[in-house]
């Protein structure tokens, strides 16, 4: 150390002598070089480690399962101990029948009550002959225990004198190791012996218990399914129980005898629930099961809607498919924000029993929708609906024969639109279905000049706008109004099933809906043809046959099972996917007080065509206004070619044939009409009575004032009408003379 120059030697001296000490800590030095414990992270890191694989889905299966053995663990001994006894005592009657011929001498006891002495004399010559054949076998197997004693004996004292006469060393070297292969295989029956005698016992006690043990397949006592209901879940023991103690004659002969269910389709989970599929044994379908599926909903702690037993690709295979406990909404339809459709590719319709989104095709398939007031029939039509508006593509026509505002929101996109209960509406979708025909015929002729000649459209057909060939859907509520309209309720029907017959080749598709699927509101030829049923809550079979087709109640396929107002949107579907059936929870799109998401799918809809560069052709929609009642040309129609008539019969005829028109009508509204146009009743004996030449004398009279010209004229007829039968005009007069209407009749 060098000292400051600008000090004096005093001043140095006195620093070194008050030179300071800091304290003096106790320490050790580290090298930083040297890597560093980290004690503390490590454990962290270990214990979350731990932690997780404590929390991870199979160990927590794990410890769930070893917690349900544990509680089951006294239930279990007394099975285990059970399935023991009662494998002995089978071992044991099995014995016994094989030991005294219990079979063949049961068989010679049914043949003596019978009084066949015959097949007694056979029965009892096989007892004969199979004891003889026992002693025989004991007699071979006796002699052969004779013979390889007879054989040993000497080797083995040959062997034992050697050895204990000659030492181990003395002998050859072969003969040395001959021994040497004794001992060892001695050592190792030493060995074998007390295991053998241990484990033989254990393997007697297994094969016991398996035999003892339950006629059903599986063992599903011995494990916890990692399931959400796991107190109650479906395996094949349970299904093989609960077929065992439905009460079906076959099935419990079969369990009797010993049998044992085959099952093609072992239990598994599918979707929200659990499938199976099972051979029944001879002398069962697959119909007798779903008879009674409310017991067997029953035996497996489910209700019956939610256990569906069908009838699988042969009458003797049972399709089993049960519904996992609780009930589910469908949630909220996929496209009510956002996104289009393609119209060839079907819409989101509802979920299936399985939770998997079912796309309802459209194109090529035409509906029928059924089922009680308020259970979803015409929020499942306007979901469909929903769908085909969001295809640019599509044109959609829409009536509701009744007093209802389901559809008003569709009436900027739809191309016609009627609503109502009268007449004009019921005309107007008449003359609809008349234009779809029309419509139907021009696709087909389009369809031929196309190269190739395409029997069907197409996707890239319908993308033409010049061919016209786009998708056209027409939604009917409440159908059975117009089919069953007393005027236009046959030609509607008619006309009905020819477009569900030939239109799905064209682009053309009906949805009908309807709350009476009766016989007589519903053409029988309708539901014979449509693809697509679908079924709500109805009161009976009639009404599950008409919407799902004939045999689909016998075949388990029932509607009636579902509950009113708590199974409400939940419906059975025939034709909408490849299965035989479908339990669909369809998808609600609100439209009601305070909710209404209906309206902005239409204005996304809307946009998505103005878009695509179309317009929805609501100028040129066609309105059809009430033609006037022709009374006069109606009195000639139900005096049916008669002469004449009597008033009352004429009046009763019209009621008939117009209620609403003719109801109300007395005597004095028929004179009247007949009076106006200078004709009038005559009497014949003091009965009044209408008759055709006066009728036909009154229409000419009105047709001559529709057309100015004066009634009296002469030398001029007056033109006949292009659409009017003459024999509508004036009866058919017998024997080719010409009535005089100013005579009475003898």
């Not at 929390?55 to 509680?71: D, G």
């Not at 395996?235 to 093609?264: Q, W």
């Not at 369809?586 to 179309?614: H, K, L, N, Q």
């Not at 229409?699 to 659409?723: C, F, H, M, N, Y």
Request: neutral net charge; aromatic residues 6%.
């Amino acid at each position: 150390m060098t000292s400051d120059p600008g000090k004096s030697a005093v001043e140095r001296a006195g620093s070194r002598a008050v030179e300071h000490v800091g304290p003096i800590l106790d320490g050790e030095l580290v090298d930083d070089t040297l890597p560093q414990p980290r004690r503390r992270t490590v454990r962290r890191r270990v214990g979350r480690w731990l932690r997780r694989v404590w929390q991870s889905a199979p160990v927590v299966r794990a410890r769930s399962l070893a917690a349900y053995r544990v509680r089951q663990a006294p239930r279990d001994v007394v099975r285990l101990v059970w399935f023991v006894a009662r494998g002995m005592w089978r071992w044991l009657l099995k014995f016994w029948q094989w030991a005294t011929y219990a079979d063949l001498r049961a068989d010679a006891r049914r043949a003596r009550l019978a009084g066949d002495a015959e097949a007694r004399r056979a029965a009892q010559e096989l007892i004969r002959s199979d004891a003889t054949a026992r002693w025989a076998k004991v007699g071979i197997a006796v002699r052969r225990f004779v013979i390889a004693v007879r054989v040993a004996a000497p080797v083995v004292a040959v062997l034992w004198a050697v050895a204990a006469f000659m030492e181990r060393a003395d002998m050859w070297t072969w003969l040395a190791e001959v021994y040497n292969g004794l001992d060892a295989a001695w050592s190792v029956l030493v060995f074998l012996g007390p295991v053998v005698l241990w484990v033989l016992p254990l393997a007697v006690v297994v094969a016991a218990a398996f035999e003892g043990r339950d006629r059903t397949p599986g063992a599903g006592w011995l494990v916890q399914p990692d399931r959400d209901d796991a107190d109650s879940w479906i395996d094949e023991r349970m299904i093989s129980r609960a077929l065992a103690h439905l009460g079906i004659a076959p099935l419990d002969k079969f369990y009797r005898d010993g049998g044992e269910l085959v099952y093609t389709v072992a239990a598994r989970k599918d979707g929200d629930g659990t499938a199976a599929q099972i051979r029944l044994p001879m002398g069962v379908t697959a119909d007798m099961v779903a008879a009674r599926r409310s017991r067997l909903a029953a035996n497996l702690g489910r209700s019956a809607l939610e256990t569906w037993p069908t009838k699988g690709e042969e009458d003797g295979i049972l399709d089993l498919w049960i519904a996992d406990k609780g009930a589910r909404g469908a949630g909220d339809w996929p496209l009510v924000h956002e996104g289009q459709t393609d119209i060839f590719e079907g819409v989101p319709f509802g979920l299936s029993q399985r939770g998997t989104v079912i796309n309802a095709p459209l194109i090529g398939v035409n509906w029928l929708i059924g089922g009680r007031p308020g259970q979803g029939k015409s929020s499942a039509l306007r979901t469909l609906m929903l769908g085909a508006a969001l295809d640019p593509t599509a044109e959609l026509w829409a009536f509701v024969m009744g007093e209802s505002p389901d559809f008003a929101p569709f009436e900027p996109r739809l191309s016609r639109y009627r609503m109502g209960m009268d007449d004009t509406v019921a005309e107007a979708a008449t003359q609809a279905l008349a234009d779809l025909l029309t419509e139907m015929e021009r696709r087909g002729k389009t369809l031929g000049e196309q190269p190739g000649r395409p029997p069907k459209v197409s996707r890239k057909l319908a993308d033409k706008r010049s061919l016209g060939l786009h998708p056209l859907v027409v939604g009917i509520d409440e159908c059975h109004e117009l089919f069953q309209h007393p005027k236009f309720g046959k030609r509607a029907a008619e006309m009905a099933v020819r477009l569900i017959k030939r239109g799905r080749k064209y682009g053309v598709v009906l949805l009908l809906a309807t709350q009476s699927p009766t016989k007589d509101s519903i053409p029988r030829e309708i539901t014979r043809n449509v693809a697509c049923g679908v079924a709500f809550s109805v009161a009976d079979q009639v009404a599950n046959d008409g919407l799902l087709g004939s045999g689909k109640y016998a075949a388990g396929i029932r509607a009636t099972d579902l509950r009113i107002n708590t199974d409400r949107g939940t419906c059975v579907a025939v034709g909408i996917t490849d299965e035989i059936f479908e339990l669909v929870r369809t998808f609600y799109v609100p439209f009601e007080d305070g909710a209404d998401d209906v309206t902005p799918v239409i204005a996304r809809a809307m946009a998505s065509i103005e878009d695509a560069g179309r317009a929805v052709e609501t100028a040129e929609r066609i309105e059809i206004e009430a033609a006037p009642v022709d009374h006069l040309a109606d009195i000639a129609h139900v005096l049916g070619g008669e002469q004449r008539v009597r008033t009352q019969t004429v009046l009763t005829r019209l009621a008939e044939f117009n209620a609403d028109e003719y109801e109300p009508w007395a005597f004095a509204d028929l004179k009247a009409v007949l009076t106006d146009h200078g004709q009038r009743l005559r009497k014949v004996r003091g009965l009044m009575y209408v008759h055709a030449d006066d009728v036909a004398a009154a229409r000419r009279q009105a047709r001559g004032e529709a057309t100015g010209e004066a009634p009296e004229t002469g030398g001029v007829l007056p033109l006949a009408s292009p659409d009017q039968d003459p024999s509508v005009d004036q009866g058919e007069h017998p024997g080719g003379r010409r009535g005089n209407a100013t005579t009475e009749d003898p």
